[in-house]
T-cell receptor
């Protein structure tokens, strides 16, 4: 069945460092792909999404490109901030939303 | 933007009692709502999918008699944890799929602690 695999954390970076969180998917058909962010004690917030191959989702300095050839949707940010510390989930949507395991990011001043 | 609320946000109950969690879509209609469970430092596990006016579809391994789901209207779904036990302590998150936009929006979650 459809599934998502994302890099395991935790990831610890210094402020202003470059961030990449890898995500690959397995799917039949062409699902939409998502990145969600979860801050401590809160629910999920949609960070960005892409609905078809070569689409780039972007929000708050984060970007991810739907790569059909590599079945990937890696999350990137050029310069992270302390406030970006959270857990990030990659997900795909077919009949239901399927989540990756989550990657905990800690950004230190 | 579309908002999904959950109530309560945090609840403590004694073992053996039942707890009801509400999930509401505040500014859109949702024929389909989803209930997830999240253990500490883990991903979301889909428990069940509920469609308005019909019985919920439970994922494998989820006890339907223990986790009662009702989706009586296009804006409200409830999850009742019956005869709760400490192992039911978890973070429960609902989401609702917009009938028109077909987007899925998530609630803020409910933390259940069973003592």
């Amino acid at each position: 069945g459809n599934s998502v695999t994302q890099m395991e954390g935790p990831v610890t970076l210094s402020e202003e460092a470059f961030l990449t969180i890898n995500c690959t998917y397995t799917a039949t058909g062409y699902p939409s792909l998502f990145w969600y962010v979860q801050y401590p004690g809160e629910g999920l917030q949609l960070l960005l999404k892409a609905t078809k191959a070569d689409d780039k989702g972007s929000n708050k300095g984060f970007e991810a490109t739907y790569r059909k050839e590599t079945t990937s949707f890696h999350l990137e940010k050029g310069s992270v901030q302390v406030s970006d510390s959270a857990v990030y989930f990659c997900a795909l949507s077919d009949r239901n939303m399927r989540f990756g395991a989550g990657t905990r990011l800690t950004v230190k001043p | 933007g579309a908002v999904v609320s959950q109530h309560p946000s945090w609840v403590i109950c004694k073992s053996g009692t039942s707890v009801k969690i509400e999930c509401r879509s505040l500014d859109f209609q949702a024929t389909t709502m989803f209930w997830y469970r999240q253990f500490p430092k883990q991903s979301l596990m889909l428990m069940a999918t509920s469609n308005e006016g019909s019985k919920a579809t439970y994922e494998q391994g989820v006890e339907k008699d223990k986790f009662l789901i009702n989706h009586a209207s296009l804006t409200l779904s409830t999850l009742t944890v019956t005869s709760a036990h400490p192992e039911d302590s978890s973070f429960y998150i609902c989401s609702a799929r917009d009938l028109v936009a077909f987007e899925q929006y998530f609630g803020p979650g409910t933390r259940l602690t069973v003592t």
